[in-house]
């Protein structure tokens, strides 16, 4: 049996006050890519740090590879590629020569590779490091983690700062890295990010793995509000979308609807077929709304 | 009222640190000024007149003193001379921050973002450091009374706190100048052309007693007003109307600047020329000196060690100069043996280019220890420690690399200086034994590496506050040396500070004992520095 690409048990870091993360077990399977979601402060980058060796847990143990990520760290990081939380100050270095800083800890860079990461992102390597805009900056950071073909990524929030059209490259890179074998684990705070990305799903709240799902399990978490402005003196056909499956908390207010969508939109539009839409808006949740109706749903379930 | 308060709490720490250097100059040379000028009125006046002549030596950088005969006279000339160096560096510091730092770290952006307008940002930011340096002010101020006051003298409150205003006057108009010149300048040139135009005001106001042609011109220089009062002489006062030039200088330049910073871009300076567009590069740096460790650390920082060797090594043969300028009067003097005989051992030349050149380049060395521990600091905060561990290096790695890349460091600069101060001696027909200077600027390694490895072991415990630390380590360590044998403090005092463990290696040969010493700092503060460094949490 392969050894797993990642695994914890019972990793602590207990920062008193009830910050920190605690009796974190997981496993993450070779080739799998990985998401690890949950709102801010809740203790992914907790988790990143500790699997990198960077801080050093109060409890339980993390492996990479099947080494220790405390005692082993430098073998560890042969392995690994990684996007920090915050990219550093390189000041008036240009973004040819941090890469050339990087590479050189690791032996060297592979020129080509990196080329062809930098032509990907449209990024300019000949540009000064404090001119870089926040997106050039994440660019810089993927570039850095990718360049030496790593068997595993750890990706800290590796998107934010960068655009719809590079986010869409970013995804098409980490199949590709998939492909050629790397495992990924990748955090964020973006439920439709780690659902587009991931295989599978870790949920954390408040330093605590609530749930790990798949993608299935995944869409049923998830819901959207949906806002549809009829035509002035158009029918609102309101019994229907009260009764398509999935639509709930229907608000209705003038000529505007207001619910929230479980699943599919299929029953909601086939609800509206025959009215005259003039406008409609549908916005993903917070990650903590979606918790809230996760846990709300739980407590439903519960046996009286 | 809340971007005062802010402004405040940003220079916490410039208000601390500059209030403990103003009470302890000005408390040190009051009370230190009892133990070298004697008790009697023909001890006095010999003493003044051993002042006056060597003073005289240093007209091109200092005022002449007035009255050093008396506590006041002294304190003024020594302590205030400095202190005006001292509060205009601050200035030039905090208002390069303010105005364009401030704007890299995104603090401008989010203070303008609350609804704060650029004039009341301006205002916030000026007011705040007049605050600072009124605090700091009356810290020498009171240095100045506690220390007269140990004599068993009494000098006027009023005298020290006017002695104090002027000095604020002239770091208000040093802190409103360089923030009207960093209107006009790129963020990052900001403080260098602020430094050199602040520099060449100084300049022109210390050589013009020298120079006949730049009398005309020293009304240009806020050091010609701040040098027009001299409240703590006996019989002077305060120069009422230069003082309200300085203050309507610092008005003016901050109306200027904020009129500047309201019309220019956030980022930019008011003026600025479109850069020309070229193509984009995806090519990796071809350097080699990035793939070897040590040689990739000294590459990136090429242009400061090349402005530090440059520096030290033309500061050196300005040293042999003025140490033949001075000595041969001095020699004809016989009052000033005493003054002396606590510093100068064997060799007039080489023991006064040691007490003059070699104790300042000690210092220099221990600042150049502690800009390169400010950065391994800044390396921990900013996240570029965390990047870099992320590669396969080890944590102890990392830190002998920092050490040994200050070492090489410091043997590059010291090497050309003592190059420059070689072949300027040789010029000026000193003799120096060149054994014994290539061993003095040996030993200039490990005595910039004794604050290396204290700061190493500081940052990898307390970063973010080892600049500070080591500051002030590096501030009493110098001063105990300088201080000791006036203040006549105990051996084992003045037998701890780094600057007495390096001895007086141009006069009296290396002292064995200090160099093992400093050899067993260093490397025991290496290992404890790579241990802490193995076991702490980065980024935490």
């Not at chain 1, 608000?251 to 509206?272: M, N, Q, W, Y």
Request: charged share 15%.
């Amino acid at each position: 049996m392969a050894v797993a690409a990642i695994h914890t048990a019972g990793l602590s870091k207990d920062y008193g006050l009830g910050r920190g993360l605690f009796e974190l077990d997981l496993q993450v399977a070779q080739q799998e890519v990985f998401g690890f979601l949950g709102p801010n402060g809740a203790g992914k980058s907790t988790t990143i740090r500790l699997l990198m060796g960077l801080i050093r847990p109060t409890g339980g143990s993390a492996h990479i590879f099947g080494l220790d990520c405390i005692r082993d760290y430098v073998a560890v990081k042969k392995k690994v590629g990684y996007v920090p939380g915050e990219m550093p100050q390189f000041g008036g270095l240009r973004g040819s020569e941090v890469v050339a800083y990087f590479g050189g800890m690791r032996g060297g860079a592979d020129v080509r590779f990196v080329r062809m990461l930098a032509e990907r992102f449209n990024l300019d390597l000949s540009r000064r490091y404090r001119e870089y805009s926040s997106g050039n900056k994440q660019k810089l950071g993927i570039v850095l983690a990718f360049m030496h073909r790593p068997q595993l990524l750890i990706l800290d929030e590796p998107t934010s700062g960068l655009d719809p059209l590079i986010q869409q490259e970013f995804y098409a890179l980490l199949n590709e890295a998939r492909e050629d074998g790397a495992t990924v684990f990748l955090s964020s705070h973006i439920l439709s990010e780690v659902e587009r990305a991931c295989d599978r799903v870790g949920i954390v709240r408040a330093g605590r793995l609530v749930r790990i799902a798949d993608l299935e399990e995944l869409h049923s978490i998830r819901f959207h509000h949906v806002e549809i402005e009829f035509a002035a003196g158009a029918r609102i056909p309101t019994d229907a979308i009260k009764a398509a499956a999935g639509v709930e908390e229907v608000v209705v207010d003038d000529h505007r609807v207001a619910c929230t969508v479980k699943g599919s939109f299929e029953p909601l539009l086939h609800a509206i077929r025959d009215a005259k839409v003039a406008n409609l808006v549908s916005h993903e949740p917070s990650l903590e709304e979606i918790f809230l109706e996760y846990y709300r749903e739980s407590r439903r379930a519960l046996p009286s | 009222m809340v971007a005062y308060l802010f402004a405040l709490r940003q220079g916490r720490w410039g208000i601390a640190g500059f209030g403990a250097i103003a009470f302890l100059i000005t408390l040190l040379n009051a009370a230190g000024f009892y133990q070298v000028a004697g008790h009697t009125t023909a001890e006095r006046e010999a003493f003044a007149r051993s002042i006056d002549v060597l003073a005289a030596q240093f007209s091109v950088i200092v005022p002449p003193p007035m009255r050093p005969d008396t506590a006041g006279g002294y304190v003024q000339f020594r302590a205030y001379g400095a202190l005006a160096i001292a509060f205009a560096i601050w200035a030039l510091a905090s208002a390069s921050a303010a105005a364009r730092g401030d704007e890299e770290r995104g603090i401008v952006q989010a203070v303008l973002a609350a609804g704060i307008s650029r004039l009341a940002f301006v205002a916030s930011r000026a007011g705040a450091f007049a605050i600072a340096a009124t605090v700091a002010a009356l810290a020498g101020s009171a240095g100045v009374l506690v220390g007269v006051a140990s004599g068993g003298e009494s000098i006027s409150p009023a005298a020290a706190l006017e002695a104090g205003l002027v000095l604020v006057a002239l770091a208000l108009c040093c802190y409103s100048l360089t923030l009207l010149i960093a209107q006009f300048t790129g963020a990052r040139s900001a403080t260098p052309v602020a430094a050199a135009v602040l520099l060449a005001l100084f300049l022109v106001n210390s050589l013009s007693r020298t120079f006949d042609w730049l009398v005309a011109w020293r009304r240009l220089s806020p050091f010609h007003y701040f040098e027009q009062s001299s409240p703590l002489v006996p019989g002077e006062a305060i120069d009422v109307g230069a003082t309200l030039v300085l203050l309507a200088i610092a008005v003016a330049a901050s109306a200027l600047a904020a009129i500047a910073f309201r019309y220019r871009d956030i980022g930019s300076p008011l003026f600025s020329l479109p850069t020309p567009s070229r193509p984009a590069s995806y090519e990796v740096s071809r350097a080699l000196a990035w793939r070897i460790p040590v040689v990739r650390e000294l590459y990136e920082q090429r242009v400061g060690l090349l402005v530090w060797t440059v520096g030290l090594a033309t500061l050196g043969a300005i040293f042999v100069v003025l140490t033949k300028a001075i000595v041969e009067p001095l020699l004809t003097i016989p009052g000033l043996a005493r003054y002396f005989s606590a510093f100068v051992h064997g060799d007039v030349y080489p023991s006064f280019l040691g007490l003059i050149w070699l104790s300042f380049t000690q210092l220099l060395m221990a600042g150049f220890a502690v800009t390169r521990v400010a950065r391994w600091s800044a390396q921990d905060s900013d996240g570029r420690l965390e990047l870099i561990l992320s590669s396969p290096v080890s944590r102890a790695g990392v830190v002998i690399e920092r050490v040994v890349v200050l070492a090489v460091e410091a043997l590059i600069i010291v090497s050309v200086s003592g190059v420059s101060v070689w072949t300027e001696s040789h010029s000026q027909s000193i003799d120096l034994d060149r054994g014994r200077l290539v061993a003095a600027m040996l030993l200039l390694v490990p005595f910039t590496l004794v604050f290396g490895v204290i700061g190493a072991l500081l940052a990898s415990r307390v970063p973010r506050a080892t600049v500070g630390l080591l500051g002030i380590l590096v501030f009493a360590s110098y001063l105990i040396t300088q201080l000791g044998p006036i203040f006549k403090l105990p051996t084992w005092v003045q037998d701890g500070s780094a600057f007495k463990l390096f001895g007086q290696p141009l006069t009296t040969g290396v002292d064995q004992t200090g160099l093992v010493i400093m050899v067993v700092i260093v490397v025991a503060g290496l290992v404890a520095s790579a241990m802490v460094m193995e076991r702490r949490d980065i980024g935490a």
